[in-house]
Every structure is written in structure tokens, then in C-alpha cells.
């Protein structure tokens, strides 16, 4: 996949959490979209390590498509100084926007939101609705317990194990970057 003009949706937490280098993940993530020329897809907060991340790639000189739901403006400080902000209705359209609107789709550390964003275009790639290229940034390892969910459920019969190769899975920033890198063209 080439370098330019790709969209790459980020999923991330709306707080920082305790680990410094999530934060410093977003920071360096909003540089390297910039520096790929790649647009920032993400939920539009002006909060956490999606305003880390916002700020950091609109710094860098990115363009930045941030995505709402009306009942989230106030509590994610919904950042309008984007390139393109979308206020939705309701979470559901904000995913599907926000999915619509990217080549790419990268998960940061984040919470129940992350989570939740994450299993939903994975199941979507389990049930052939999409090919697009899903990549967990697992900074200093946050990701492990999901990633021995997945494992479990494959143990246990609930999922093929076809849905491990669904996903790839990075330690950094660097690492973010050789995989799309890596990516065939569109």
C-alpha cells in the first residue's frame, strides 16, 4: 500500500492512563502519520491519547478527520479545529464513519471504547466484510491480555485460528510504520 494518501482510523483511549509511554505512543503515532503523509481518522476528543494523538499529528502538519457522537461532545471535549469534524448521532454511526473513512485501522492502549471498536472490525474481517488491515500497537505489552483472549477463544473452539492472522500485532510506533509499509497496494 502506498505511503500517501491513505487514511488510517486510530482507536485509543479518551484518557492517558499511567504509563507514560502510551502517551508518548500517541505522540510519536500523530508524527509518523504526518511524516507518511496519511490522514488521522480517530473520535474527534480533545482528551486522553486521542488529544495527545490529534495534537501531535496536526503539529506535524497531518490532516485530521475526527468523528463525534452528540452525547460525547462535552465529555471528550470535542475537538473542532480539525481538518474535518463529524458530529454523529449515536456511537454506532461514528464507528461506521469512522470505519468508511480509513485504509487502515490501528488500535493504541485504551479502555472498554477501544475494545469494543476493535472487536467490531474484527468481527467484520471474520465474516468477510472488509480486508482492511487492523494493527495492534501493543506498547510495553498492554495488549497481551487480549491477545491470550483470543487465544483462549480459539482454544476453546469460539473462533478458527484464521482469526489470529485477521490482525498484526507491533511493540511501537517503528513497528506501526514497516507494517503498512509492508502493506500490498490497494
Excluded at 474527534?44 to 452525547?71: E, F, T
Amino acid at each position: 500500500m502506498a505511503q500517501t494518501s491513505l487514511s488510517i482510523c486510530v482507536f485509543c483511549g479518551a484518557k492517558t492512563g499511567h504509563n507514560p509511554a502510551h502517551a508518548q505512543a500517541a505522540r510519536d503515532l500523530g508524527a509518523a502519520l504526518a511524516d507518511m503523509r496519511a490522514r488521522l481518522v480517530y473520535g474527534a476528543g480533545d482528551v486522553g491519547l486521542m488529544g495527545i494523538l490529534a495534537r501531535s499529528a496536526m503539529a506535524a502538519g497531518a490532516k485530521c478527520l475526527g468523528v463525534i457522537p452528540q452525547h460525547l461532545l462535552n465529555l471528550e471535549v470535542g475537538k473542532r479545529d480539525l481538518t474535518q469534524f463529524i458530529v454523529t448521532e449515536n456511537m454506532h454511526e461514528r464507528k461506521m464513519t469512522m470505519f468508511l473513512q480509513s485504509d487502515v485501522i490501528a488500535l493504541l492502549p485504551g479502555g472498554a471504547g477501544s475494545l469494543d471498536e476493535f472487536f467490531e472490525v474484527l468481527t467484520w474481517a471474520q465474516i468477510g466484510l472488509h480486508q482492511k488491515p487492523i494493527i495492534l500497537i501493543n506498547i510495553d505489552g498492554y495488549w497481551g491480555p487480549l491477545l491470550a483472549l483470543v487465544d483462549h477463544i480459539i482454544a476453546h473452539g469460539f473462533a478458527a485460528p484464521t482469526v489470529r492472522g485477521l490482525f498484526h500485532v507491533v511493540d511501537d510506533v517503528a513497528g506501526f510504520r514497516a507494517a503498512v509499509q509492508s502493506l500490498p497496494p490497494a
